[in-house]
């Protein structure tokens, strides 16, 4: 892999967290976006992570060349946790960028930066790069669900559930959705604080529907797309006649919180079968716990393909597990979502 950042304290945690995975090994490592694009062109690396704020030629600017001759290499932003970096790797990923990482707050703690640059990159780096190597169809056959009786009739909220992506496969999936969807949108999407607010705010603008970021005691309601904030797990609960968004800091389960699963269970109690709940492109396998008890309840279950998911892990999981009444690509997947929700009315 390639190592991009004009930082050589920066350069240096990340070739030492990477030394410690014996299948990675870092190929070259350059100072600013121009040597960056010069030696994608002559090492042709298998991944490459690239910082944002460089010299010359910045990463937005590197990864427009790279992606005009490498449409497939995986490329991971290196991003501040602030809201100017939160808007640079948004930019990122709306122009091709596969993944982002965050950067150590305190770099002075080298220990504690290196396992925190090893903890987010690795996992990573293994999933995007052995993407590469599948064809079409090497995860397997797909096993559509067999049902044991008709799904429910009536549709009353959207679940979804995505990470690695996933920004991207929202803001091409929500627009499709139209402004008199009837129901309800709760989204959980792998994301840090102030990532998660400036995504809504995105979505929000490209939307026929109201995109934000869910506020504790939130009212759930039809024409809302509510956005788990990052750091919180996002549940519904009902009160009284209506529901509402309860937000928590409970423990991280799949190492995440948010967690799909954590919405999937709770949503299963206000719902029960008349969710529907899609797993977009995502890393790891979260979401398929809960998919897997809103199945048994009749819910539906729609998952993205692997031909058009960044990573292929979280709808690959649910389908490998028999739980997908069907798995479509990105552009069809709104489209069967509101032919669900209008032949669940005109039942």
Known sequence: MLVVDDSALVRRLVTT?????SDIEVVG?????LEAVRMVDELRPDVVTLDIEMPNLDGLGALTRIREKHARLPVIMFSTLTERGATATLDA?????SDYVTKPSNTGQIADGIAAVRDQLVPRIRALAGLRKLTPGAGGPI?????????????TALLIGCSTGGPDA??????????????????VQHMPPVFTAMLAQRLDKVSPLEVR????????????????????????????????????????ENFCRPAVDVLFRSALEVYGGSALATVLTGMGQDGLAGARQLASAGARILVQDEDSSVVWGMPGAVAGAGLADDVLPLE????????AVRRSRAA
């Open 29 to 33: 490592m350059a100072r600013d976006g």
């Open 143 to 155: 096993v559509r669900r067999e049902r044991s009786a008709p799904a429910p009739k009536s549709v």
């Open 170 to 187: 929202l803001a091409r999936f929500l627009p499709r959705l139209p402004a008199d969807l009837g129901i309800p949108v709760l989204v």
């Open 332 to 339: 069809e997947l709104a489209d069967r979502v509101v032919g």
């Open 17 to 21: 967290a990477l030394g410690s995975a």
């Open 213 to 252: 970021e869910a506020v504790d005691g939130d009212e759930v309601r039809a024409g809302r797309v509510l956005l788990a904030p990052g750091d919180f797990h996002l549940r519904v609960q009902r009160r009284g006649t209506g529901v509402r968004a309860v937000l928590d800091q409970g423990p991280q």
């Open 93 to 97: 990923l709306s122009r091709g960028a």
